[in-house]
């Protein structure tokens, strides 16, 4: 969980819009999203906490009604997340709100009246803090079903990222878009080829640094971070840069240079050299394929869960087979094409609960059915070997950076798909021009 200022800084947005259930009606619509709307006072009090926190940096900021467009879209697609999270029957129930707010404070050595005093300070009730809380927490769920069932990293890639970065340079890079409709105009692209020249411009005379014009200038969602892309290695950036990267020196930017969502700028922050591997003691592993089962929602979804995994242990331990069960069965939507197969893991990988089930077996033995936060499983132990801690550590490192990188790609097309289709009808000062827009 993040310290109290990070996630005050990120809960901004996800504050203003909770607040919208406590305002009168009657307050001016900035925006309808679907069957939500966007008042014109969350729009505004957004866009004011943008501007404290560049309170010493103000020449930073775009333009109002620019600032206006950037912070509205956000909203948007909080609204739009919020509400795909619900039908998909994501839940976030009053204890886990509870337990967060606690870890939160605990981490910043406050108590909870000392908490609700710094965000009074900060101008925000706890009832909305709770609000903006929940709804994070709602999206970041959201987001880990999405990887779970849409993004898979085999033990090749991970294999083929080791060798390729092993001692290789890394590179912290940031980049600046300009966007383009999916099947632009010849007078669209023109538009933005003038505008990326145009901060291209301001770039090459210095008049201007890079994290300043991403901030004014990018239409991408990270725009308001400088345009920030972190840390990639060269098989993780777009070959249409990776190739002049390698002869370009830190702060160095390169484009524009078309892409898919329209025209981009990048700049080399800084590089690092890759971590090389090194001597070290051994760790055990194990190789181990589950069944789960997730309860439904409801009194009853938690004894209807055990019930069927009771009924699912019964037919493996009557001579079905683990594989064929997991297929037919699993609520896993990642392991259960594999026949629930997990592949190797050390063992708090998937948490302590199940981490000491599978430790607890012999290999080709199968549990009992046990629970853990997310449902009731049956676990069948492979195997064990033993590797080393630092090739696993680097190994598990490696297998986090390519599933990240694979959700952040998986994850932005989601939600273009999201905005595209969406009734959106915008009443808020300039960006009203754009008109309505649906799917």
Request: glycine residues 8%; proline residues 3%.
């Amino acid at each position: 969980m993040k310290t109290l200022f990070a996630f005050l800084c990120a809960a901004l947005l996800f504050a203003a819009s909770a607040h919208a259930q406590q305002t009168q009606p009657l307050e001016r619509i900035a925006a309808v999203v679907n069957e939500d709307v966007i008042l014109q006072s969350e729009l505004d009090r957004a866009v004011q906490n943008i501007v404290n926190q560049y309170a010493d940096r103000q020449n930073q900021l775009p333009p109002r009604p620019v600032l206006e467009r950037q912070v509205l879209e956000r909203l948007i697609l909080v609204k739009l997340q919020t509400a795909r999270a619900a039908e998909t029957g994501v839940r976030i129930g009053d204890a886990e709100v509870d337990t967060a707010i606690n870890n939160i404070a605990q981490q910043n050595n406050l108590s909870p009246d000392q908490l609700r005093q710094q965000l009074a300070r900060d101008g925000m009730s706890i009832e909305d803090f709770r609000s903006s809380l929940r709804d994070e927490i709602l999206i970041q769920r959201m987001r880990q079903r999405f990887a779970q069932s849409r993004v898979s990293v085999s033990d090749a890639e991970v294999e083929a990222a080791m060798t390729s970065q092993a001692g290789a340079t890394q590179y912290n890079l940031a980049h600046i878009l300009v966007a383009l409709p999916e099947g632009a105009t010849p007078e669209q692209i023109a538009t933005g080829q003038q505008k990326v020249d145009g901060i291209k411009g301001l770039l090459d005379r210095n008049e201007m640094d890079f994290a300043a014009a991403a901030v004014r200038y990018s239409d991408s969602p990270n725009a308001l971070e400088g345009g920030s892309l972190g840390w990639r290695s060269l098989d993780e950036i777009p070959v249409a840069f990776a190739n002049a990267i390698r002869s370009m020196s830190p702060g160095d930017v390169i484009g524009p240079i078309r892409g898919p969502s329209g025209f981009q700028l990048l700049q080399l922050v800084e590089t690092r050299e890759g971590a090389q591997a090194t001597g070290g003691g051994t760790v055990t592993q194990y190789s181990a394929r589950h069944i789960l089962i997730r309860p439904a929602e409801g009194a009853s979804g938690d004894g209807e869960a055990k019930a069927r995994i009771d009924t699912l242990r019964a037919r493996i331990a009557g001579g079905a087979d683990f594989e064929t069960v997991a297929r037919e069965s699993s609520d896993d939507t990642v392991s259960k094409d594999n026949g629930g197969d997990l592949g190797w893991f050390t063992q708090d990988e998937f948490g302590p609960e199940f981490g000491g089930q599978v430790a607890a077996l012999q290999d080709g033995q199968v549990s009992a059915p046990f629970k853990t936060q997310a449902g009731w499983h049956v676990v069948q132990r492979v195997a064990t070997r033993q590797t080393s801690v630092d090739d696993e550590n680097r190994r598990a490192q490696v297998r986090e950076s390519i599933g990240q990188r694979k959700l952040e790609d998986e994850w932005d097309r989601y939600l273009r798909e999201m905005r595209g289709e969406a009734y959106v009808d915008i009443r808020s000062g300039d960006a009203a021009q754009a008109g309505s827009d649906g799917g």
